[in-house]
């Protein structure tokens, strides 16, 4: 019998996050305060979150256990299956060996609730009733608004004006769950105004959204921000995800050759590999790591590594990353959740470091190999999952050109119940391509900070 799926059961749930910080070789260059251009201390960033997750932020130990009311709301849908991807491997006629984790089973659709109600929960107990956020996609707003409603917190969140218009029924999710949802850029901050002041017809960026949600943020004492990518201890929260991965990869009786996942700011991808890189690392187990990105919005393959804001109207710290510029406004792909202009830190200084690779890959072969996935493995992607899709159907032809039987693992982040608007456009050939050219690329830059250059 061809075992098809590897599942665990609920007392297998991690009991600890992994802090990836315990086995780097060197520790990411600090945020700076962008006044000062000193390092920034936890008073800087006690407006905008709950201490347990600053001291998360900085924290050098390997593992930082579960709180167990998270792990109680994590059982409701973790651990999460691994899929041997048979028919797909049949289908591409490849000797490899893929496999991936599903995290498209949470109530929301995506990764994005293992850290939102991680986040929900610090909020809760430090007594903060309200929580503001951007969201690009809509997964991550889906998610802190699922969070918020277990927690009895009120939840805004600004979304991206593209994503907005695009999905309709993320918005009624959201609102479902009792959040308020509103399009960025608004005219409820004055980051917002300022952008529509000069550009009327802005679609929005997250780097916009974020900087709405910071100013709302910090003018209320109940309120903070919530982030669902980039920083340090969003990264975190998600290593159950390659944690689970270890263990079912052992019950699959394989080890990954090279572990595979698509980037927005850097927290699906940490999920899946950080807990492998860790193991490399500490040179127990050597293999490659790969982060595909959108070419339309390529800050780790064509961004410079540098010092940045993480937000359009300049409110958040500087963190050294790989960015376009926080001015960037990527084109309105389908794949939202990609369209951030920075890159995470770690994920950032790991590709400086040399222990993972990164590619970029066109819209129209993200969807070909996601509609291929579709009809092979059942499971409809998400756009931005697509692209993890796309990176390892290269890697299984590589594989079957070489005639090698390697095991590759990725992250189906998600699934796209939300995003058919996006596959009709596709299989009606209207979604095109964005080459983004080197003269593009230095004119997004130009702009970039002085401190800590
Ligand atoms: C399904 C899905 N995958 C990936 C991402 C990208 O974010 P990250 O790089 O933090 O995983 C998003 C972001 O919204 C998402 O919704």
Redesign the pocket.
Known sequence: METVKYLLSEDRLPESWYNIAADLPSLPPPPLHPATGQPIGPADLAPLFPMELIKQEVSTERTIPIPEEVRAIYRQWRPTPLFRARRLERALDTPARIYYKY??VSPA????PNTAVAQAYYNKIEGVRRLVTE??????GSSLAFAGALFGLEVEVFMVKVSYNQKPYRRALMETYGARVIASPSTETAAGRAILAEHPDSTGSLGIAISEAVEVAAQRDDTRYAL???LNH?LLH?TVIGQEAMIQMEMAGDYPDVVV???????????IAFPFIGAKLRGERPLRVVAVEPAACPSLTKGKYAYDFGDTAHLTPLMKMHTLGSTFVPPGIH????R?HGM?PLVSHLLELGVIEAIAIQQLETFAAGVQFARTEGILP????NHAIAGVIREALRCKEEGKSEVILFNL??HGHFDLQAYMDYQAGKLRDYEYSDAEVAMALAGLPSVGA
């Open positions: 995290e498209g659709g995506s990764h994005k969201t690009g996609a809509g997964q991550w669902g990518s980039v969003v998600q996942g698509c980037t927005g700011g850097g927290s699906n991808f940490a999920g794949a939202g959740g990609l951030y995470a998400a756009p931005e999952a982040c998600g």
